[in-house]
């Protein structure tokens, strides 16, 4: 059972599909107060208790004993130490002997300390007093998901090659480079669908721009693309350079589409192409209008799209940077003592992503000036909600590959998400499996991570341990930072072991898409963790290296370098079966633990037994896969 309190006068984050008669919050059955315009509730844990959800965000499947907070940020550090990351997820389940589920409709910050301060203790801190509290009563933990999900609306189905395999780099800088990505990939036979197009590919990074000079006749050469049965996929910013003559800038700044300052004038902030105007995608006017403007790359063959540095990220804005010049000016000459050093310094390095320039920026919501601390968590996916819209009226729903960096529940029904800027580190593999469930139950599917690691250079045996866990993800897309070492699979020694990696993500995309589908339409996970389906199993319970996938499959996949296998958990006798190009080596295991060797072109899946899963040949593209010929195992 779902009950609804409200307290106050809520913005509609639009987040909940299903109509709720609301109970005033008086009547909210957890210990609650008001401190100031903050509203505190707490309840005490169980020992054992399991705490799940929060989506995309950092630490573990079970999230007890961490303080986290709901603050979309861009922070290219995902240490455990961090709070948030770039999403805000308010959905959590309580799994304790009566398990239930909470969501916060609230799009500001919010703090949840799980057993932190004290470890018996949940203490919820939501900062403001208007907002929507769902509270989620009986079940387990899968049926309290269910029920959430169809309150939230189905969550989006990407077009089928979207489940091909993704190389992406910041950045392909212009034709030459895109084509050596596609021959490289064939001439290893490697299966290969997307290429990415980061910042690059516009012009001086202005959005719905293309250099002619990088690109020239970029839709023939979008369609010369498609004909080899690849897609290309641009990268969209939240940041409209200020420039003059610069249509988007112009129309915005006319119709008076972008975040303001108090003093009404327009609030100017640096990204990569400069000092930028922020549209403002509270108003569903400039929804409207910068979803039509991706008309510009779909009229030029383009079907796919990711939507990035829309927490917003401000690298500055043009008032900080003043302040901060100022002083540095004002300092110019002095002697300075170590105080003042550190002040100075911290000046510059807190430029980015200040709470003073959040705090200085106002949107128009229902013809109400408001503060953007209040709307923070939904500017992200108001701007995906832009173009999801747009695409669903002009091409019908799942036609157009979307996914986004910043999101709140709601943006689920129209996009997906990556989980931004990984490292490329040994722990940001189990960072992204314990990511996925959590993604999951808040409704988004459509998820996966940097393989190989975004940030620093990766190594060859890295790359593919981390693909061999991105061959059941979603989105199995590649991605690295500029400066980095080249990570493409046909880079490295030995390609054939990508190809043995990527080839088994071709076998299985019939069984993956099926799930998915299925997933979306009953309101489920594809990913569970394994206290959802073995709650009486005290491993299984605690189990943070494993996951559950669909109704058939267990995955485990190794994570450790210099390691040539790993230790599982079975919570039942199920098949292990090791997977390389069109190998597949099965062996019966029994209930228990069990260390098996896991070679670094193989991908370990655990089958249920008295389950069975289709596997086909593989495809150098999914244009060319022949689901109906798949044989089961
Ligand atoms: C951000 C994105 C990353 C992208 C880079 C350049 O850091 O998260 O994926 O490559 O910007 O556009």
């Not at 309580?94 to 909470?102: E, I, N, R, T």
């Not at 403002?280 to 006017?285: G, N």
């Not at 747009?390 to 986004?404: A, N, P, R, T």
């Not at 991105?470 to 054939?496: C, I, K, W």
Request: charged share 25%.
């Amino acid at each position: 059972m779902m009950t609804k309190y409200t307290s106050g006068t809520p913005i509609d984050t639009e987040a909940v599909v299903r109509r709720f008669d609301a109970l005033p919050v008086a009547d909210f059955p957890f210990a609650h107060r008001f401190d100031g315009d903050k509203f505190i509730f707490s309840f005490a844990m169980e020992d054992g208790d399991i705490v799940y959800g929060l989506g995309e965000s950092p630490r573990g499947i079970n999230k007890r004993g961490w303080v986290y907070e709901s603050y979309c940020s861009d922070d290219p550090f995902h240490t455990e130490t961090k709070q948030s990351l770039y999403a805000a997820h308010n959905f959590i389940i309580f799994g304790g002997s009566k398990a239930f589920g909470l969501f916060v409709d609230f799009p500001a910050r919010i703090r949840w300390d799980l057993g932190y301060t004290r470890q018996d203790t949940a203490e919820i801190t939501v900062d403001g007093a208007d907002f929507d509290i769902y509270v989620i009563n009986g079940g387990s933990p899968r049926e309290i998901v269910r029920e959430f999900r169809a309150a939230i609306g189905q969550s989006y189905i990407p077009p089928f090659w979207a489940f091909g395999y993704q190389q992406s780099r910041w950045s392909y800088h212009n034709k030459d480079a895109v084509n050596a990505v596609i021959e490289g990939y064939d001439a290893e036979n490697i299966p290969l669908d997307c290429v990415y197009l980061d910042i690059d590919y516009m012009d001086h990074y202005k959005d719905f721009t293309v250099s002619e000079e990088a690109f020239p006749d970029f839709a023939a050469f979008v369609r010369e693309k498609r004909a080899q049965g690849i897609h290309l996929i641009p990268i969209i910013d939240a940041g409209v350079k200020k420039e003059d003559g610069y249509s988007v800038y112009e129309e915005g700044k006319a119709n008076g589409y972008f975040c303001k300052k108090a003093d009404g004038s327009v609030f100017e902030g640096g990204v990569w192409p400069g000092v930028c105007a922020f549209p403002d995608f509270l108003d569903p006017k400039v929804r409207e209008w910068f979803g039509a403007k991706y008309k510009t790359l779909t009229d030029m063959g383009i079907d796919g799209f990711w939507n990035d540095m829309n927490e917003p990220a401000i690298f500055y804005s043009a008032d900080g940077l003043k302040k901060a010049l100022d002083k540095a000016a004002s300092l110019s000459g002095e002697d300075l003592d170590l105080g003042r050093f550190f002040n100075l310094k911290d000046t510059f390095l807190g430029l980015s992503n200040s709470q003073e320039d959040y705090s200085a920026i106002y949107h128009n919501v229902g013809g109400e000036q408001v503060n953007h601390q209040r709307v923070h968590n939904i500017y992200g996916a108001n701007m995906t909600k832009a173009a999801g819209e747009y695409f669903e009226k002009e091409f019908g729903k799942g036609s157009i590959l979307m996914f986004s960096r910043a999101s709140y529940i709601g943006a689920h029904r129209s996009s997906g998400i990556w989980f931004g800027d990984n490292h490329s580190w040994w722990s940001h593999i189990l960072l992204d499996l314990k990511m996925l469930p959590a993604a999951n139950m808040c409704g988004f599917l459509y998820c996966g991570a940097d393989l190989g690691g975004f940030n620093e250079n990766a190594t060859r045996d890295l790359v593919l341990r981390f693909l061999a866990l991105g061959v059941f993800t979603p989105l199995m897309r590649n991605h690295s930072a500029l400066g980095t070492r080249d990570q493409e699979g046909y880079r490295f020694e030995n390609p054939g072991d990508f190809r043995d990696i990527i080839q088994v993500r071709y076998r299985l995309i019939p069984y993956l898409y099926e799930t998915f589908v299925k997933a979306s339409e009953q309101n489920d996970l594809i990913f569970r963790p394994l206290s959802f389906d073995y709650p009486d199993d005290p491993i299984a319970r605690e189990c943070e290296t494993q996951l559950m996938l669909g109704e058939e499959c267990m995955i485990a996949p190794v994570y450790e370098q210099n390691v040539k296998g790993r230790t599982v958990y079975l919570p039942e006798d199920m098949t292990f079966v090791k997977l390389s190009g069109e190998r597949a080596e099965k062996r019966e295991m029994q209930k228990g633990l069990h260390y098996v060797e896991i070679a670094l072109n193989e991908v370990p899946l655990f089958i249920k037994k008295g389950k069975k899963i289709p596997l086909c040949k593989p495809a150098m593209r999914t244009r060319d896969l022949a689901p109906d010929e798949a044989e089961f195992i």
